[in-house]
């Protein structure tokens, strides 16, 4: 029903996406039928604008809502949620047991992909909506102000670059 705004994960039986109407689909990828929905319950005017992220067992996504979730990829049920990032409009970034994301609001966010405990959050005070890279221990989150900030694993921002136009999307 809802638009769908960003690109699905595919594994290799499965094909994950979110739509417009806050709910994340669950397809068999050889039939093209519905396994399960998750319906994140947020309000109407919020959406799944992030690509989701699907790795052992787990898929995660963020939202317009401000949250990011992990949901069990087997059963579609709720394995934890993160409540305290800004509206979250692109895709995280799963890297070495820990889930990047940045928000609109302006802020990079690490958090424990097994638990949903936040390890570290940094503000840029730009709104970031094009999606980050993770490479070589570094989070590159993108800027709408024309920078490219890179933060150390340990959630220190070690550089920044600027350039001439603001980032828009990935």
Do not use: C
């Not at 898929?59 to 401000?66: I, M």
């Not at 799963?94 to 609109?104: E, H």
């Amino acid at each position: 029903r809802g638009r769908v705004r960003s690109a699905p994960a595919v594994t290799g039986d499965a094909v994950y996406f979110g739509n417009e109407d806050n709910v994340l689909h669950k397809l068999d990828r050889s039939e093209g039928t519905k396994v399960w929905t998750f319906d994140t319950d947020a309000e109407a005017k919020e959406r799944i604008g992030s690509a989701p992220v699907a790795h052992d067992g787990t898929v995660y996504f963020g939202g317009t809502d401000g949250r990011l979730y992990a949901i069990d990829t087997r059963l579609g049920e709720t394995e934890w949620t993160f409540e305290d990032v800004g509206p979250v409009a692109v895709s995280p970034v799963l890297a070495a047991g820990t889930l990047y994301a940045v928000d609109t609001d302006g802020r990079a966010w690490s958090v424990d992909a097994a638990t949903g405990s936040r390890n570290w959050s940094f503000n840029v005070g730009s709104s970031m909506i094009a999606a980050p890279v993770y490479a070589a221990r570094q989070l590159y989150a993108p800027r709408t102000d024309g920078v490219l900030s890179v933060f150390s694993a340990s959630g220190g921002q070690t550089t920044t670059f600027t350039t001439r136009r603001a980032f828009r999307s990935t």
